[in-house]
């Protein structure tokens, strides 16, 4: 049985998801640093130079090669610049289930490329890798990454209580962590019947 992803790119209308590269380092320190991604996610604020390097050297080839799952670098198909990620995490290969995160950039946001980045990604799961279940997790107040859930077909099957920590701004300008909960959305391959996207025909090209 396959345990690991293959090192592959995908492809949609707009967009071009593949493995980071030592040129994304830059754009992708300024991602991380945002504030709306240090609000939601757990990655260290401030997010360094040094952060990104070791993502991108290490972590993030780590998560395909020891199978946990893949992560990709997505970028605009015109203008090669990055304008988010989509990770895949905690991978089951025995019951064929995983799930994603993402964020989007601050210049690429409005756009829609969460909801194209992430229903590609589902696709390929679904079509190419046999998988059965796509799982998402989102933080009770973050309306943004619910609409995504929901756009891409999601089904809402319930709430994980006081499982999260998110970070709000003080009165000093400083973070602090706040508790919340956990909305869990789920999407099967059914699910997908009748989800219409400009990512509708994706392309997949395989690196390994």
Do not use: C
């Amino acid at each position: 049985m396959t345990t690991t992803f293959p090192d592959v790119s995908i492809s949609t209308e707009r967009l071009v998801l593949r493995p980071f590269e030592e040129a994304d380092i830059p754009a992708y320190t300024e991602m991380m640093n945002d504030e709306t991604v240090t609000a939601w996610t757990p990655v260290p604020h401030p997010f360094t130079r040094a952060d990104a390097e070791k993502w991108i050297r290490e972590i993030a080839p780590a998560q395909r090669a020891e199978g946990r799952g893949i992560v990709f670098a997505v970028t605009e198909f015109l203008t090669q610049r990055l304008v988010g990620t989509v990770r895949l995490k905690n991978t089951d290969w025995r019951v064929r289930a995983t799930e994603a995160a993402y964020a989007v950039a601050p210049w690429a946001r409005g756009e829609g490329y969460a909801t194209e980045s992430v229903l590609a990604v589902a696709k390929w799961l679904f079509r190419d890798r046999d998988f059965e279940r796509l799982e998402l997790r989102t933080a009770a107040d973050n309306t943004a990454s619910q609409q995504v859930a929901q756009k891409i077909g999601g089904i809402s099957e319930g709430v994980l209580r006081n499982a999260w920590i998110v970070r709000a701004r003080t009165e000093d300008g400083g973070w602090a962590d706040q508790r919340t909960d956990l909305i869990v959305w789920s999407l099967l391959p059914e699910d997908l019947d009748g989800v219409t996207d400009g990512s509708a025909e994706s392309g997949y090209a395989d690196w390994s």
